[in-house]
């Protein structure tokens, strides 16, 4: 009889760890099919900076154990969302805990799938609620069933170790919003201009824009200056920075005793203590469309002789960007001082304004530019994106959420005498008042045309205040507005300056 109830009660363990084994597994391929059969699925579509809090606020509503990474790229190693080698298509699966408040009605203790699409950038935020027949953003679809996601045997980095799933395949799909750098009226005079203009960009078909409306997130992105190698120590030579001893308080505590902050500058130097400085009016004056700015012709005006007869390299983003629609509002005030009502004067150049000593490279995403920057052919496809080369004098925006990856040599610089990367994260002198050039973070939805659901809608609002939550880890190039350490916010409209 004893060793009957024995048996029966190692039977049941074996019965409970298998429960809890099948309850607490991450989820396949096929499991992800089934939830967004059952509707429980997100389209996300737009910017890719925020794409590492996203994933942590989306994360944090799993049950342990339950979540899978997938992805549209050939991975080869681990890796996080985020990281450049997982690529623009990813998604998120895993069994939504029990004990929120917020979720959509009947998602908590149910699988579900955030499918996200970074490709085009912030402006698929908006145009990626197109109809279906117009679509132009690839998502990941049918992860088990016409399609094969592969187990790659890599895990993320972020301690979790959550298996993902490469070469997913995917397909063209409506997006049900997203997010992005800015609001979709920054966009405005995009879609309003002639069809055959160069800055003309398709608005969403089958959609009323005026029915798209944009949260702010309490989350802000700093955006900043980079340059050239060859360019970054012209300008360290022009501003006699080699060989000085240079001071910078890079934790703001009114001294510079701390490691890093008296450096005995070499040329090339990195470091904020040893940057050299460009103002906002200077990178304007390069940014701007005047032909006969002394600016589009060398480089001279900045750093004297040296820069005699330098081609002057431009490395943007195309008006698709939320990186350059920052960087026009902040440095051009584009679109709201109406630079359109001018007889169809567009403020920034592009590339149809260059010309033998001015350059300018539009580029789809910030690999492109970063590319156009380094002077390198960092994605391998035996060109280098705007022609440049490796002793070439090239400047451009980007959002401070980039370090270096292999291969690229370019560097950021001070902007008004601010450093954007005081800090390892990037984002102190930004949060605490001192370094103005950042966004706030906009979620772009369409519940009155019906193109965000109910559902979807609900997940959205509990998804963007957890994404502001100062319980989530510290994020590289993004600082939230509820940090009592930070100065200032735009109230949601980033055509405002800092207040408190």
């Known amino acids: 009889m004893q060793m009957k109830q024995i048996a029966l009660a190692v039977a049941a ?167 992005s750098d800015v609001e979709r009226q920054l966009w405005n005079n995009n879609f309003t201009a002639d069809p055959a203009a160069s800055d003309y960009v398709a608005p969403p078909a089958g959609v009323t824009l005026s029915q798209v409306s944009a949260t702010a997130v309490n989350a802000y992105q700093p955006f900043a200056l980079a340059v050239s190698n060859a360019l970054y120590e012209a300008l360290q030579t022009a501003q006699g920075i080699p060989g000085s001893t240079r001071y910078y308080d890079l934790n703001r505590d009114g001294d510079f005793a701390d490691l890093g902050e008296t450096v005995l500058c070499l040329l090339g130097n990195a470091s904020p203590a040893c940057q050299p400085n460009i103002t906002k009016r200077q990178y304007a004056s390069i940014t701007n469309n005047n032909p006969a700015s002394p600016t589009k012709t060398d480089w001279a005006w900045l750093v004297g002789t040296p820069g005699i007869g330098q081609k002057v390299n431009l490395c943007r983003r195309a008006d698709t960007s939320g990186t350059q ?9 584009n679109p709201v001082l ?60 980007l959002s401070a959420e980039n370090t270096w990856g292999p291969g690229e040599t370019w560097k950021y610089v001070k902007l008004d005498g601010v450093a954007v990367n005081e800090d390892s994260l990037h984002v102190q002198s930004s949060c605490r008042g001192a370094y103005d050039f950042a966004m ?19 997940f959205y609002t509990k998804l963007v205040g957890d994404m502001a939550s100062l319980s989530l880890p510290a994020i590289t190039g993004i600082w939230r507005g509820a940090d009592t350490a930070c100065f200032g916010g735009k109230g949601g409209n980033n055509a405002q300056v800092f207040t408190r």
């Open 13 to 179: 363990a074996a019965a409970s760890l298998s429960a809890q084994t099948s309850v607490h597994a991450s989820l396949t391929p096929a499991q992800a099919d089934a939830a967004i059969g059952a509707g429980r699925v997100v389209y996300n579509a737009g910017a890719s900076a925020p794409t590492n809090i996203t994933y942590e606020a989306f994360i944090r509503m799993c049950q342990d154990g339950t979540a899978a990474v997938f992805t549209h790229a050939n991975l080869g190693a681990h890796a996080t969302p985020g990281d450049a080698v997982l690529g623009n298509n990813l998604a998120y699966a895993c069994k939504l805990r029990t004990d929120l408040t917020g979720l959509p009605t009947g998602w908590g203790g149910n699988d579900m799938v955030f499918v996200t699409s970074v490709e085009g950038g912030s402006i698929n935020s908006v145009v990626g609620m197109s109809t279906n027949a117009a679509q132009q953003v690839n998502f990941l679809n049918n992860f088990g069933a016409t399609t094969t996601c592969v187990n790659s045997g890599f895990t993320t980095t972020d301690g979790r170790a959550l298996p993902i799933w490469r070469s997913c395949g995917r397909g063209k799909l409506r997006a049900h919003g997203g997010f």
């Open 338 to 397: 109406r630079w359109a009502d001018r007889a169809g004067a567009r403020p920034a150049a592009n590339s149809v304004d260059s010309t033998a000593s001015f350059n300018v490279f539009e580029g789809s995403g910030t690999g492109n530019a970063k590319e156009c920057l380094s002077g390198v052919d960092l994605n391998n496809n035996g060109t280098v994106d705007g022609g440049t080369t490796p002793a070439s004098w090239s400047i451009g925006v």
């Open 440 to 458: 706030q973070l906009i979620l772009h939805r369409n519940t009155a045309g019906g193109v965000t659901p109910a559902a979807v809608n609900t």
């Open 325 to 333: 629609k920052s960087s026009e509002m902040y440095f051009l005030g």
